[in-house]
């Protein structure tokens, strides 16, 4: 169930690439400032991560830390502390894209 919400929500993620965000944009090249293929790869090197080793992570432990990442993401620190709905409101739209990127990078089956 929680992988088929995972997919779902990849899915949508995929549409509002395509349909919102570069339409809007007019090329399909978007920039970060976070270099996340780099940190992943730096993770594999420093923890002695082979491709193709068997690994013991469970799906839904790849969930929840996905979701507390999630949680911690925000673009003003100390932002997450304060429950006003238009700090909540501002604070999901400045991490939207990002959030897109880093479940598409962080999937579960990438990270498994």
């Known amino acids: 169930m929680r ?6 929500q990849l899915r949508q993620d995929r549409e509002d690439l395509r349909h919102i965000i570069l339409c809007k944009q007019g090329s399909n090249l978007i920039h970060f400032p976070v270099n996340l293929p780099r940190i992943i790869w730096n993770a594999k090197e420093q923890f002695k991560i082979k491709h193709n080793s068997v690994t013991d ?15 911690e993401v925000s ?6 502390i304060r429950r006003d709905p238009l700090l909540m409101q501002a ?10 990127y880093l479940r598409s990078m962080l999937n579960t089956k990438s990270m498994i």
């Not at 992570?57 to 949680?71: A, I, T």
């Not at 673009?75 to 997450?80: D, E, H, L, T």
């Not at 604070?91 to 897109?100: A, G, H, P, Q, V």
């Open 3 to 8: 992988l088929d919400n995972e997919f779902d």
């Open 57 to 71: 992570l469970h799906p839904n432990h790849v969930l929840d830390s996905l979701k507390n990442l999630f949680e």
């Open 75 to 80: 673009a003003i620190p100390g932002m997450q």
């Open 91 to 100: 604070r999901e739209n400045s991490t939207w894209l990002f959030k897109i």
